[in-house]
């Protein structure tokens, strides 16, 4: 009877033990969970990065990584099969990221979304979409390391041709005329306040001068109001001019070629009186002789 009891409980403690573990296999295993199916792809590396890894999709927990492995058709890209929790809003500007832990070294997955492309993207188990597994910022930094590397060896380079024995001989050479054109401009600012502190004698100067200018303006305008004075007494003499011309022309002239005529008349009648007395001085006595009658006037004779 002893036995019969051992063996009963025996066995209840192996069917129990094996419902717990049964249980908490369905639990870690998240068995029963219906879950969408997607390929991560790359060609760079996934150090630390293995199955059941991980998959985090902005923050929070969203599925784990299901295999690893290499594209049959291109062995450059590396396949992350990965399940993800439905109802996800996984688009076409959906990209992954590896990021590591810093102390295990074991990387999970990142999910996020660009926002460039919100159109859904649909998956099936038998053929599963693609999203892309982009660098992180770290990859980025260690692949543009070398290029870092690089630039800063030319820049040492120039650095060293630039401070080369020849360059240096010439930026002394620059230092001392920057000496000396400081220095001679020490002197020139001296030479100015100097000159600057015989400003209010040329002031006083300069302010006789403008009252000499003044008054020298002031005699040149009188002198111009003068000549303007001179000139319109000379346009008025020339307008009495004018008017005196055409009056001689208009009036004066006629009678004086009607007194030359008389003139010249009166001159050739003296002339015809001179030649008279001189052929006959009685004439002033006696008077001019009278000429015989002619045809028609009274006493006249006809010649016999």
Do not use: C
Not at 105 to 134: F, M, R, W, Y
Not at 172 to 201: G, I, Y
């Amino acid at each position: 009877m002893v036995k019969e009891t051992y063996a009963l409980l025996t066995g209840l403690f192996v069917l129990t033990l094996g419902t717990a573990m049964v249980v908490m296999g369905l639990f870690l295993g998240d068995y029963g969970r219906e879950r969408d199916v997607y390929i991560l792809w790359t060609q760079g590396a996934v150090s630390g990065l293995n199955p059941e890894s991980e998959v985090i999709y902005r923050g929070v927990k969203a599925g784990k990584v299901v295999s690893i492995g290499f594209d049959p058709k291109d062995t450059r890209n590396i396949f992350v099969h990965i399940e993800l929790d439905k109802g996800l809003p996984i688009t076409r500007g959906t990209f992954a990221t590896l990021r590591v832990q810093p102390l295990t070294g074991l990387a999970q997955v990142e999910l996020s979304d660009a926002g460039d492309n919100l159109e859904p993207l649909k998956t099936d188990p038998h053929n599963p979409a693609h999203i892309p597994i982009q660098p992180s910022l770290l990859d980025k930094l260690t692949g543009s390391s070398s290029d870092i590397l690089t630039q800063v060896t030319q820049l040492t380079h120039r650095l060293n041709s630039l401070l080369g024995d020849e360059n240096q001989g010439r930026i002394e050479h620059s230092l001392e005329m920057l000496d000396r054109a400081v220095t001679e401009m020490v002197a020139l600012e001296r030479r100015v306040v100097k000159e600057l502190d015989r400003v209010p004698a040329l002031d006083k100067r300069l302010r006789s001068a403008l009252e000499d200018h003044s008054a020298a303006a002031r005699s040149v305008r009188e002198t111009s109001e003068r000549i303007g004075q001179l000139t319109a007494h000379a346009a008025e003499l020339v307008a009495q001019g004018k008017s005196a011309a055409t009056t001689l022309n208009s009036d004066q002239l006629p009678q004086l070629r009607t007194l030359l005529d008389d003139l010249r008349q009166a001159a050739a009648n003296f002339r015809k009186l001179s030649s008279t007395l001189q052929r006959d001085p009685q004439v002033l006595l006696l008077g001019p002789s009278l000429s015989p009658p002619g045809p028609g006037e009274p006493g006249y004779q006809e010649p016999r």
